[in-house]
Nanobody, 124 residues
Framework: QVQLAESGGGSVQAGGSLRLSCTAS????????MGWFRQAPGQERAFVAG????????YYTESVKGRVTISRDNAKNTVYLQMYSLKSEDTAVYYC????WGVGVDDGKKYEHWGQGTQVTVSS
């Protein structure tokens, strides 16, 4: 059974940092593109960042560029989302997702597996 387990969410003040982790079980991520998405209350799920299956390319939505870094550790079967200079508009539930042989695109329909999400709350 495939599971993606996010962790690292929490409450932080504006300007603070958080590192989210997503650890996979039931699959090995080294053949998967991994993506991070988020959903704020009353809004649709939105792409945040992606990394292709080789780890050679990363992609970010414009609003997080320069503040967020996605990385992967295939040996730990884990993908990370390091977030800096957090803003109140970053408040959302953050989900990781896996796309077999993918490139880390922003289309959520490309991803076959999803985690349950972790809450990030940024207070101003």
């Amino acid at each position: 059974q495939v599971q993606l387990a996010e962790s690292g969410g929490g409450s932080v003040q504006a300007g603070g940092s958080l590192r989210l982790s997503c650890t996979a079980s039931g699959l090995t991520i080294n053949t998967y593109a991994m993506g991070w998405f988020r959903q704020a209350p009353g809004q649709e799920r939105a792409f945040v960042a992606g990394i292709n299956w080789t780890g050679t390319s990363t992609y970010y939505t414009e609003s997080v560029k320069g503040r967020v870094t996605i990385s992967r550790d295939n040996a730990k079967n884990t993908v990370y989302l390091q977030m800096y200079s957090l803003k109140s508009e970053d408040t959302a539930v953050y989900y990781c997702a896996a796309d077999l042989w993918g490139v880390g695109v922003d289309d959520g329909k490309k991803y076959e597996h999803w985690g349950q999400g972790t809450q990030v709350t940024v207070s101003s």
